[in-house]
């Protein structure tokens, strides 16, 4: 679950913050974990290059912002299990680590479409317990619609995610079954009304190469609500 803020103290400045709350469950030779905290807040500062898109004088309408920022230490990342032992990185709410992170999104409207593009790069550093989680690229493309329906303004999308992790490393060395990449197709619908919004998407595996090949990657699906102030 995360809890997202986007502020505008600039007229092409705009600062997002973002709180995880993890809820991790997980089976190792049939025996349950469960784990559950506050993650990693990460703060990115995005800078607005050029906006066209409320533009009545231009049929293309194009929008690109460029950002970079970190993520902050603020998860706990050393739970023991009820036998004493480190669970699982994967498994603890944070990672340890400040990691820096650069990111970049564009859109190109016409009329009622559009092309929505972003991408974001996380270098990742190497925590107290000296294992850093491998830096990762993920980005996506969707194609949407513009319709407005009475007091609502629907904006169906189609489009493709990819997700790419380096392998982890623990005191320097790579740890097995970790990094690969995965791409998703992804659909979904964003509904406006006044100030208030709320999205749903669905994405399904198309490729994936997790972990040398151990790991499947399953459908997702994400939930959004937003209001603005």
């Known amino acids: 679950i995360d809890l997202m803020a986007r502020f505008y103290p600039w007229q092409r400045v705009q600062i ?12 190792e030779h049939g025996l349950p974990i469960h784990t559950q905290g506050i993650g990693d807040v990460s703060v990115l500062a995005n800078y607005i290059v050029f906006d066209s898109g409320d533009s009545l004088r231009r049929s293309w309408r194009h929008t690109l912002t460029l950002g ?12 023991y299990n009820t036998e004493g032992e480190l669970i699982h990185p994967n498994m603890q709410p944070g990672t340890g680590s400040t990691d820096f992170m650069i990111s970049a999104a564009y859109t190109l409207r016409k009329g009622a479409w559009g092309l929505s593009t972003d991408g974001i790069a996380r270098l990742n550093t190497a925590n107290s317990d ?3 989680f491998g830096n990762r690229l993920s ?13 609502f303004t629907l904006l169906p999308n189609l489009g493709v995610f ?12 790579t ?19 006044g100030r208030f919004s709320i999205g749903f998407t669905y994405q399904i595996p198309v490729y994936e190469n997790l972990g040398d ?17």
């Open 139 to 151: 980005g996506s493309a969707k194609i949407f619609y513009w319709n407005k329906i009475g007091p």
């Open 162 to 173: 990819s997700d790419y992790a380096q392998p982890n490393r623990d005191k320097g060395e």
């Open 175 to 193: 740890v097995d079954n970790t990094g690969g990449l995965v791409t998703l197709a992804t659909s979904g619908l964003e509904v406006y009304t």
């Open 16 to 27: 997002l913050a973002l709180a995880p709350y993890h809820d991790f469950q997980r089976t």
């Open 68 to 79: 970079g920022g970190l993520k902050l230490p603020t998860g706990k990342h050393t739970l």
């Open 130 to 132: 000296e294992y850093r």
């Open 213 to 229: 090949g151990a790991i499947d990657a399953r459908n997702r699906w994400m939930a959004t609500i937003n209001y603005i102030f």
